[in-house]
């Protein structure tokens, strides 16, 4: 099934931009399952109640609030997390080109597909063959939605995949476990277990075949949910209807990369330290045009409430 892109917009570093829509790179394959009342199969709903009276609370009158101490509140309101939000704008600003492989597996997050526009092809595949020649990866601050991420841009074969990253103080300390430290000496570990351990590892190493592992858990509950389905005599499921979204029109604007290139080296426009409060100041001074892109907002899922 085709995916709407999140946003369509472009690539940014020096004076280059490159039209990108911006694509979920992931698929979920969770099954998803419903609340019923066992006396009638009639679903559950939840509602959203005080929690002192028991009653129901509309949504108008439902405000968001922060805990500073127990059973103490600060509202917020919608006006204060407009102004904190980061200014909403499409685009993937790279602040700096740096080593992927500096990067530990903790600080990737959600990957995308960066998807190049109609006539953006040429500018897209030399930033792309620039990254796989020289080894590098874009470091990018990227806003989805109302939040701002760190982000890297990989080339990916023939495609370019932005990493969400996770920031560092997202990340707990390595210091806050315990871990064993120490030598193998220490641990008594011996030249016959340690050449055993070498000998199981090189036996059960393999190439990585992605298509070789499936969710198991889910096919099996699947087939049961079918033979459940059957035995009621319903039938399967109709498939999914496929649905595309128009992303505007584009621009057939040719652009002269030998030109821009030259006048971000002569420039030196941006230095990965002053990039981001650079960014901020002429965000804040000169307003974006957004592009044409049409956007589909989904429906705010009712939280559910314990009650008292």
Do not use: C
Request: hydrophobic residues 35%.
């Amino acid at each position: 099934m085709a995916s709407r892109p999140i946003w369509t917009g472009a690539i940014s570093f020096g004076l280059l931009n490159i039209p990108v829509q911006l694509m979920s790179a992931e698929r979920r394959i969770d099954l998803r399952f419903h609340m019923l009342d066992s006396r009638d199969q009639k679903r559950v709903r939840y509602e959203r109640v005080n929690a002192e009276t028991g009653e129901e609370v509309p949504w108008k009158d439902v405000v968001k609030a922060f805990e500073y101490s127990k059973g103490n509140y600060v509202v917020l309101e919608d006006e204060d997390i407009r102004e904190a939000a980061p200014q909403s704008k499409e685009s993937v600003d790279i602040e700096a080109f740096v080593d992927p492989a500096e990067l530990g597996p903790r600080y990737f997050d959600r990957p995308y597909y960066l998807v190049p526009t109609r006539k953006s092809e040429k500018g897209y595949v030399l930033l792309r063959e620039t990254l796989h020649a020289l080894g590098r990866a874009g470091l990018a601050r990227v806003v989805i939605r109302t939040r701002e991420h760190l982000a890297l841009v990989l080339p990916e074969g023939p495609a370019m995949v932005l990493h969400l990253l996770r920031f560092p103080q997202e990340l707990v300390d390595p210091s806050e476990y315990a871990f064993p430290e120490g030598s193998e000496r220490q641990y008594k570990i011996t030249p016959r277990e340690r050449e055993m351990a070498k000998q199981l590892v090189e036996s059960m190493s393999a190439p990585f075949k992605p298509q070789d592992y499936r969710d198991e858990f889910r096919d099996r509950l699947s087939k049961v949910i079918q033979e459940r389905v059957r035995r009621k005599g319903k039938g399967r499921a109709a498939p999914p209807v496929e649905t595309h979204e128009d992303a505007g029109e584009e621009s057939g604007k040719v652009v002269d990369f030998m030109a821009l290139l030259k006048r971000s080296i002569s420039e030196n426009k941006r230095t990965p330290a002053a990039s981001a409060k650079t960014a901020r100041k002429s965000a804040a001074a000169t307003p974006r045009r957004r592009p044409a892109a049409s956007r589909s907002g989904g429906k705010r899922p009712s939280p559910a409430r314990k009650r008292a």
